[in-house]
């Protein structure tokens, strides 16, 4: 059978960089009022210039080179995105230009947080259809565009980036020992919409609008939606959480991390964290992670690694796959 393979990653940030103790003559806030509830202690904010599209070419454009491959060895891209240059046409659209490609199809993909989850489970149904042999797969965000920078509960949990992985199709046996994407569970519930949401949009108000989250009601909902989806691809799969090398989940908020990871008997020394770092970069944040993970070291071919990401929707999902 066909496994859709990562042969590169990776990643791009803003230039700059806003510590905690910057947004407290912005808003009523603290160092260790951020740390305590979130665990986040900078994020990178985009300046002008930067954008969607313009960091989803940089961390292509990484992740090509760390493949070593070029443009020309893509058949598709798909970007990850809840914060498009434009309305329309497609940012994936943008970065396919910037990058030299006329030949090929490309489009977004909306699902929040979820984003980059659901782009290379796509990525991999095109592969394995036969569509795509090599998909560049890239989740680009500038969430500080969507923030009210006057609410102190949601300004201080987000920053910007894009990560990006580059996928090729690969025969493999149809074992869990296969390199390649294993298994992939993806779910969405409409009913949880205002719980996390932008209040604007060109159908509705004309407007871009600003993030509004009930944060407790998304942290609730959170550990419970996440643990069904990886425990459905550990049945999938027929492993443990004793098999997972690496647990590299949605950067949103350390508490939840670690809930996760207790509820699933993960161990701490096999989570993946960088939201200290970063924030939450949305779509972007699981390709950031992923990329620190890989250029320290700590993830090396062969390795069972599992994704989650949760978001707006609600939308979450999982893919377990062998680096």
């Known amino acids: 059978m066909i496994r859709s393979v990562v042969r590169g990653v990776g990643a791009a940030k803003p230039a700059r960089l806003v510590k905690n103790a910057d947004l407290e003559g912005i808003v009523e806030t603290s160092d260790e009022w951020i740390v305590q509830r979130t665990g986040i202690r900078q994020r990178y904010i985009a300046g002008e210039g930067e954008t969607t599209a313009s960091l989803g070419e ?78 560049l797969v890239i989740g680009s965000e500038t969430f500080s565009r969507l923030l009210d920078w006057n609410d102190r509960t949601t300004c201080v949990l987000f920053g910007d980036g894009a990560g990006a992985v580059v996928l090729e199709g690969n025969e493999g046996r149809g074992l869990t020992s296969d390199r390649g994407i294993l298994t992939a569970n993806l779910r969405s519930d409409g009913s949880h919409k205002q719980k996390l949401y932008v209040d604007g949009g060109p159908s509705s108000t004309q407007t871009v609008g600003h993030l509004r989250m009930e944060g407790r009601e998304v942290f609730k909902h959170a550990v419970g939606m996440i643990t069904d989806v990886i425990e459905a691809s550990f049945s999938e ?12 989940p949605h950067q949103a908020n350390k508490r939840i991390i670690d809930a996760s990871a207790k509820k699933l008997n993960l161990a701490e020394e096999k989570v993946v964290i960088t939201v200290d770092q970063h924030g939450n970069t949305s779509a972007a944040s699981v390709p950031l992670a992923l990329a620190t993970a890989v250029a320290d070291g ?24 062998r680096w």
């Open 298 to 321: 700590r993830i090396k071919q062969g390795d069972l690694v599992l994704l989650e990401a949760m978001g707006g929707g609600f939308t979450w999902g999982a893919v377990l796959l």
């Open 58 to 135: 940089a961390a292509a454009r990484a992740a090509l080179d760390n493949a070593g491959m070029t443009p020309d060895d893509i058949d598709l891209i798909i970007l990850a995105t809840s914060t498009p240059d434009n309305t329309f046409p497609a940012s994936a659209v943008d970065i396919q230009a910037r990058l030299g490609m006329t030949h090929g199809f490309a489009f977004d993909m909306q699902a929040v947080c979820s984003g980059f989850v659901y782009a290379i489970s796509t990525a991999d149904l095109y592969i394995r259809g036969g569509m795509a042999k090599r998909v």
């Open 237 to 248: 799969a027929g492993i443990t959480a004793e098999d997972v090398d690496w647990f590299v």
